[in-house]
């Protein structure tokens, strides 16, 4: 019983008998003897509930509220020893007596598949969400989460929604860097990046729409029988068990990427200047003159593949992104996303 209910009860059984013994007391000392005494029996009824409440340890709200779990790698981290301790906990999983229980799973691929190449592999599980990028080469190219219930249609549906975002990414870039006015190394830089980040999004957007080969891993959830059978087909290249993971919105996951066989880090991205030359146009650019407002100088680095996309919003005209703006996971509108 709560404590409110139990107060509740204690004012229904004392109150009305006390409130007919004051109706028959005469005014005076005595009523005020009475007054008194029933302050007392009240106060002291009140300390014994909080007490016994205390004692008895209410349930508390949700305990994972504001904890987040981390499954998989993260920048610098080996990916041998990851594949090789994710090994080594699936097989102790399999092994613990009544390892019957369905546990969430980060499945990492060997190599990008396409949407109907996800069926032979991930067959006879529940699957959660999938994670892509367009592999293009020398390019940092943004990841996407896509809720995919269902093999392969949910993927199909969630690359088309993708790529109508990255159409109007590539026309927003665009429209940017036509603003632009000035042949100084400052707009030249800039014009660099925004036409960058068009032709990014544009090549995106294009391979999506075609259901390309993109997908290089996925969260499911199964016993861990089921698990060790996923983690043998070729197609797999590591099986990471997460039991830990109560509530998927509360999980963070990050699997290397295929290319990737010795440490984790971001593609490198030869479409933009380098960092040195951005800094080198900063301090040579002159003043601008007054009234005049001059875009500040954007970071030439994309968001690192190794974690998940952050949701932000369009970039301004007078902001420049340093790379195609990234975006909230997609999917069916019912599904929750990391």
């Given at each position: 019983m709560r404590t409110g209910d139990l107060l509740r009860r204690l004012d229904s059984?004392?109150?009305?008998?006390?409130?007919?013994?004051?109706?028959?007391?005469?005014?005076?000392?005595?009523?005020?003897?009475?007054?008194?005494?029933?302050?007392l029996l009240?106060?002291?009824?009140?300390?014994?509930?909080?007490?016994?409440?205390?004692?008895?340890?209410?349930?508390a709200g949700d305990p994972t509220v504001g904890e987040f779990v981390r499954v998989g790698v993260v920048d610098g981290q080996s990916i041998p020893g990851y594949l090789a301790s994710s090994r080594q906990e699936l097989a102790q999983l399999?092994?613990?007596?009544?390892?019957?229980?369905?546990?969430?799973?980060?499945?990492?691929?060997?190599?990008?598949?396409?949407?109907?190449?996800?069926?032979?592999?991930?067959?006879?599980?529940?699957?959660?969400?999938?994670?892509?990028?367009?592999?293009?080469?020398?390019?940092?190219?943004?990841?996407?989460?896509?809720?995919?219930?269902?093999?392969?249609?949910?993927?199909?549906d969630g690359m088309v929604e993708v790529a109508e975002r990255k159409e109007a990414e590539a026309a927003e870039y665009r429209t940017l860097s036509s603003t632009l006015s000035g042949n100084g190394e400052r707009e030249r830089q800039l014009r660099q990046v925004y036409d960058s980040g068009a032709a990014v999004a544009a090549a995106?957007?294009?391979a999506y729409r075609s259901s390309c080969p993109c997908v290089y891993a996925a969260v499911i959830r199964a016993t861990p029988s089921a698990l060790a059978k996923i983690s043998s087909r070729a197609e797999v290249r590591a099986v990471d068990p997460a039991p830990e993971v109560r509530r998927i919105d509360r999980a963070v996951f990050l699997p290397p990427l295929p290319e990737q066989d010795d440490v984790v880090r971001p593609p490198a991205d030869t479409a933009l200047p380098s960092p040195e030359s951005s800094a080198s146009a900063s301090a040579a650019a002159e003043p601008a003159p007054t009234g005049t407002a001059v875009p500040p100088q954007p970071a030439v680095t994309s968001p690192s593949p190794a974690s998940p996309a952050p949701t932000t919003p369009a970039p301004a005209p007078t902001?420049?992104?340093?790379?195609?703006?990234?975006?909230?996971?997609v999917g069916s509108p019912s599904a929750a996303a990391l």
């Open positions: 059984r004392l109150l009305p008998p006390l409130a007919r013994m004051m109706s028959r007391l005469a005014q005076g000392r005595l009523r005020m003897r009475v007054l008194t005494g029933v302050a009240s106060t002291t009824a009140v300390l014994l509930t909080a007490v016994w409440a205390a004692d008895r340890g209410e349930p399999v092994a613990a007596p009544q390892s019957t229980a369905d546990t969430y799973a980060l499945v990492t691929l060997a190599e990008y598949l396409a949407p109907e190449q996800l069926t032979p592999v991930l067959r006879e599980v529940s699957v959660v969400q999938v994670l892509g990028r367009v592999p293009l080469a020398d390019t940092q190219t943004q990841i996407v989460h896509i809720p995919a219930a269902r093999i392969p249609g949910d993927v199909v995106e957007a294009t902001t420049p992104p340093a790379s195609p703006p990234p975006t909230e996971p």
